[in-house]
């Protein structure tokens, strides 16, 4: 028999869940969202390493407020962290298991590579625990809301800022393990060199972005000329 769940409102872990996500875009942290149905169907574990379809994942977190996981889903999990995957939960341990109450949850936060720590603590951990040598830092007091979306390709990565704000310019510094940055220009389709230092392990770069202004760099395997 199904038993009722915990009565936290469906809108309080709605906001509570969004509003992680939008800290951790504005804090410049490179993260995926689970659907726990694609995990059913293409999830798996390689050692500690936690896999869906052909991406594979060395930190796991679980938002504030998940009461609740299918079997597929924890079943991953407890084999994910036995194998010594790293998993974060942002609040207390999952009460229930396709919603029938379980001690499974419970079981998981006791491993030793599963660690409670408070929603607000998950940027810090993600920039300490996620080394690529890529980051974003946005400098402090300009005012601006940046936001950043990465893509890798087989000769570098695509880096498109965005400042939101509709008052602020926003400025701060890439870092990446890459030999060299280009500008692309989206409007036009034009191909600049972008000005970069060379750094013992990759390159840096500045940046400013005007008021609901954009820009697209390119961050090259190969050094610029």
Not at 21 to 26: G, K, S
Not at 98 to 125: F, H, K, M, V, Y
Request: one cysteine or more; hydrophobic letters at 40%.
């Amino acid at each position: 028999e199904r038993v009722r769940a915990a009565g936290i409102p469906l809108g309080a872990i709605g906001n509570a869940f969004q509003d992680l996500v939008t800290r951790l875009a504005q804090g410049q942290a490179a993260f995926d969202i689970g659907c726990e149905d694609i995990l059913a169907r293409h999830g798996s574990v390689n050692e500690d390493r936690f896999v869906a379809g052909r991406r594979e994942y060395g930190l796991v977190a679980l938002p504030p407020m998940t009461e609740n996981l299918n079997t597929a889903t924890m079943d991953l999990l407890e084999t994910y962290v036995e194998n010594g995957g790293l998993l974060l939960m942002c609040g207390d341990a999952p009460l229930y298991v396709d919603g029938r109450e379980s001690g499974r949850g419970a079981a998981l936060a006791q491993q030793p590579t599963c660690l409670r720590i408070p929603p607000e603590s998950l940027i810090d951990e993600l920039k300490i625990r996620v080394k690529d040598g890529f980051a974003v830092e946005v400098a402090e007091g300009g005012g601006g809301i940046l936001y950043h979306h990465r893509r890798r390709l087989d000769d570098g990565e695509t880096l498109f800022l965005v400042n939101t704000s509709i008052e602020a310019p926003v400025s701060g510094q890439v870092f990446s393990a890459a030999r060299g940055i280009e500008q692309w220009s989206a409007e036009t389709g034009i191909i600049s060199p972008y000005p970069y230092r060379d750094l013992e392990h990759g390159v840096s770069a500045d940046f400013e972005v005007p008021p609901c202004g954009s820009l697209l760099l390119f961050l090259s395997n190969d050094p610029g000329d």
